[in-house]
């Protein structure tokens, strides 16, 4: 059985180097992530091309996310690089210092409006969480604080709130202008970073289509108000990450598990995909094999129905890139395994509005009390694809689809397959003998199978998906039904 999970990899300099590349595709990547808090706009472009070519080289599809630096509140540099600071000692966090002349005593902070969002008795959050500061005052520029929990502190490092409530806005000048690239690149998705409510996912949406880009829009829920519009933002957006760094950080690593489990469930239930993301296996980094809590980390996403999990360090700037994916790869299928082959239906209280999605229901609930081995949805956006895949289920889902476009948009979905297939130039008849072919040279299906193939009376047209046809594998095939 092919695996279900995808798997995203962060590029970097770490894959750069073309056979370093060609071994993580093989390692079984579907998509891949360019990272705009890093590097130049060139590097991205470049590193999507080469991705996309080798990807063909290999016969593969695999998708591209964009992803947005976003308002990420940092300090500014040290004299020095980095300092140490005392526990109970006195630190400001100064609007008005130069970039790189911070002290022991004082930083300067790249957020200039941080002293108007914050009083006295916050707790401020440094370097993921490391270096924690309680607020006595804040003068003018300056917010003077008390080092509770100290430690070395070094260049740009994050600026939390505990609890969350910075003001600053989602889509800065600097990604307006990545958006810009990413459309370039024809970024599949492109991911906003600190969205706070479904107007900001919105707004990146529209200036993406401005801007000529035709993916789709990942919201990355790392505040702590993006949990209190989280059904508005799970809407808005075509996909969620669950960015577990920073929203950890604003809401403490305890809250964190439910509000994953919450995240993952929601959007499943309101058919978006959802990706779980942040140290899930950051030993990889320098290490050749994963710690046993990364395994149970990555295991337990899966059990839960993550659509994708995904690693940032690890094949970005690691040591042992290809080696990561191969063993989230292992992890992922030992998890498939023991979920077993048990189907859960999800009960729609409401009425279907779309005869497409009532066929793609229809559908993969007969495949799961029918004994399918396989479904073929021919579809021209992927949507019917998508529904399908809403409920859990172990029959391969193939996605086939004429459109470039579409095949690398499906690689996020969990359990969907991308198949090139042109439905415009056949009969209905030799359509269905075709895909069975297809599934057949792919080792998907054999003789005495049963196959389930979804189309429209239209073929070539979105949105028109309106017919189901079980078909078993080595007998004749008639006209569609």
Not at 251 to 280: C, F, N, W, Y
């Amino acid at each position: 059985m092919p695996r279900r999970t995808k798997i995203i990899a962060t590029l970097g300099p770490a894959t750069d180097d073309p056979a370093v590349l060609d071994e993580v595709i093989q390692a079984g990547v579907d998509v891949v992530r360019v990272n705009f808090s890093h590097g130049s706009a060139e590097e991205h472009v470049q590193r999507a091309d080469t991705v996309r070519n080798r990807a063909r080289a290999h016969g593969r599809q695999i998708g591209v996310i964009a992803d947005l630096q976003g308002p990420k509140i940092r300090i500014e540099g040290f004299r020095e690089g980095q300092v140490l600071l005392q526990e109970g000692a006195r630190f400001v966090l100064d609007a008005n210092l130069g970039p790189r002349d911070g002290t022991s005593e004082r930083v300067g902070i790249t957020y200039k409006d941080l002293p108007s969002d914050v009083e006295r008795g916050d707790t401020l959050l440094l370097d993921d969480g490391r270096i924690v500061l309680w607020v006595d005052e804040v003068v003018g520029g300056e917010i003077v604080c008390r080092v509770v929990v100290g430690g070395e502190l070094s260049d740009s490092k994050g600026i939390n709130r505990q609890g969350g409530g910075l003001s600053a806005k989602a889509i800065t000048d600097k990604d307006r202008a990545d958006i810009r690239v990413a459309a370039e690149m024809q970024a599949d998705y492109l991911a906003v970073s600190f969205p706070r409510n479904a107007e900001d996912v919105l707004e990146a949406r529209e200036l993406f289509r401005a801007a000529g880009g035709h993916g789709g829009v990942i919201a990355k829920i790392e505040r702590a108000e993006a949990l209190e519009a989280i059904e508005d933002i799970i809407r808005a957006a075509d996909a969620v990450m669950i960015a577990r760094g920073d929203l950890g950080v604003e809401i403490g690593d305890a809250e964190l598990p439910g509000v994953q489990k919450r995240i993952i469930h929601l959007a499943r239930s309101m058919d978006k995909v959802v990706i779980t993301a942040t140290q899930m296996m950051q030993s990889m980094v320098e290490s050749q094999i994963p710690t046993r809590a990364e395994v149970f980390d990555v295991a337990n996403a899966v059990l839960d129905g993550t659509d994708a999990v995904m690693l940032s360090a690890e094949t970005a700037t690691g040591r042992y890139p290809a080696k990561a994916v191969a063993a989230m790869d292992r992890i992922c299928r030992g998890a498939e395994r023991q979920a077993g082959s048990v189907a859960v239906e999800r009960r729609n209280p409401t009425r279907f509005t779309r005869v497409d999605e009532a066929i793609a229901k229809a559908s993969i609930y007969t495949a799961n009390h029918l004994g399918v081995k396989a479904i073929a949805a021919l579809t021209e956006s992927g949507a019917t694809a998508l529904w399908m895949s809403r409920v859990t289920s172990d029959i391969p889902i193939y996605a086939m689809t004429r459109h470039v476009a579409t095949r690398r948009k499906v690689t996020l979905y969990r359990g969907v397959y991308p198949v090139s297939f042109d439905v415009t130039s056949t009969d209905h008849p030799a359509v269905n003998r075709e895909i069975v072919d297809e599934l057949v040279r792919r080792g998907a299906v054999r003789d005495g199978d049963l196959v389930i193939i979804t189309k429209g009376d239209l073929s070539g047209v979105a949105g028109g998906t309106n017919a189901m046809k079980i078909v078993r594998v080595g007998e004749l095939i008639g006209p569609a039904t």
